[in-house]
Structures are given as C-alpha cells and as structure tokens.
C-alpha cells in the first residue's frame, strides 16, 4: 500500500474511500489506482467536452452504458456534474451492483445520478429525452455496440467508447474460417490469437467507420499505458453532421473480404 499523489485536489477521499478505491486509512493498492488512473486519464478527455456541452446545455445528460461500481459516474459527478445542473444516467445489468450505487448516491446527496438495472440493448425503451454524451468504458463486448447505435439514435453530441473484450466478429470469423482460406488474406486470422486480435481490431475499425458514416469525426487514441490496461482504445466521436463519403462502402468492402455477411444489418445503417 502506498499514499496516492495523483487525486485531484477537489475529489471527495470520502468517495474514494466507499468506492473502495481508497482503504479506509486512506491508502491505495495497485488494482486500485490502475483503475484511479484510467477514469482520471479518461476524465481528461471528457471534462472539456462536459465544459462545452454545458455551455450549449445547462441541463445537459450524460448516459453511461456497462457501468459497473460506476467509478466513472461517481468521479464525473464529484469532479464536475455536481457543481452544475447536468445529469448522469448509469445503465448496468447487475441488480446488486445497482443498488450499491444508488445507496452511495444517496448517502452523498448525488441527486442527479440516476441508476437503472437493465440490460443495454434495452436502453432505447427507457430513456425517452435527448441524450448530449454516450460513455461506454469497458461494458463488454457487444454492450459497447449498444452504446454505440443508442449514441446514434439518440443523436449524441459526443460518444466516447472505450471498447472491452470483443467476442462477437472473432466468433464470425472462426465459423467462416474453412471457407475463408481460399482468400490470402484469410492469413490474418488462420491462427486462434490472431482471430482474437484481428475479431478486436476488426471490430473497432467497423464502430469508427459506423461512427463516420453517421456524420461524426472520429479520434481513436490510447486511454493509458499498456501497463495499466490492455484494453485501452478510446474512441472518441463528435457529432458534426459531415458524413464520410466512403464509409458505408468500406464497411461493406471490409465485410466483403472478411465473410462476414451477419454483420451488415449491424455496421450499416
Ligand atoms: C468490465 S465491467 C466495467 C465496469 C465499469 N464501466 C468500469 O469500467 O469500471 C463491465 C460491466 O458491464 C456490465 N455489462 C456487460 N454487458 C452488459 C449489458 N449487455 N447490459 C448491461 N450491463 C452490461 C457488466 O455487468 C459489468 O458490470
């Protein structure tokens, strides 16, 4: 255990502290402050896009998809949603994980933090305003997808996805290997860890270019060192109405080379 340097001034320890991110003494452990290190990296990127949706939106809404403990909500919340009139929305499909939030909302008076149990393929039925920022850290595999299509449905100003463990394409593309060897290209993911990382990558070339053929401009970034984390693409989308020419072709084209038709009705809007 050792004293942590990096917590911003203005962070509540008592948060930290029932976030158990923080001993009770104060102190921190290593899984601790990796997960400390990833949201503030993070949070360095979204509290100049909070700044500015709040001056466009005062009552601006955040929705946050695969919340988890909702590290990320309580931090944006203490950091900076309490001192405005902005709100967040945690959607996390684990009821126990759920109340615990909500209790520790309470305890702290974070009145707009709301928290829903809910799978995130449900979203769409139950958030009915318009939303201004989509957040999606780590919510596993296809939940990422979920934050992505209700980011677009909900015509977000801002959706920041920082993709977990990608099972789906990997699974496509192992089913269709026999067929693929034909193709060189089928190279690419002959061996089992090469489906993996191609399935991943592969996946989150397809979000950017969905991204683009919406009409976002599309930053893809490292959140923080490897050493902290290995899923650590940050993929940040503005919403500025300028739509990528190409995009929908590529996505096509890339689905074309890869076999994997399933995916068209998923990456092709
Ligand atoms: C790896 S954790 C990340 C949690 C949190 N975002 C963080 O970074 O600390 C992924 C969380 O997403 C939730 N999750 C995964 N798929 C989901 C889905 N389809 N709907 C709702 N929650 C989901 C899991 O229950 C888990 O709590």
Known sequence: MTLIEEIKPQQSI?????LHILTRDGKINQDSRRKLKQVYHLYQFIEPILKEINLINSNYFVVDHGAGKSYLGFILYDLFIKLTQGKILSIERNKELVFSSEQLAKKFNFERMQFVAADTNQANAFVKENVDIVTALHACDTATDDALHFGLKKEAAWIILIPCCQAEVAKLLKTHKAQSLQNPLAELWRHAIHTREL???LTNVLRCLLLESQGYQVTVTELVGWEHSMKN????????????GNAKARIEKILGEFNLPEL???FII
């Open 14 to 18: 008592e948060l930290l502290k029932h």
């Open 199 to 201: 399935g991943s990558h």
């Open 233 to 244: 693409e940050l993929i940040i989308a503005k919403k500025t109405q300028q739509i990528k």
């Open 264 to 266: 068209k009705s998923k």
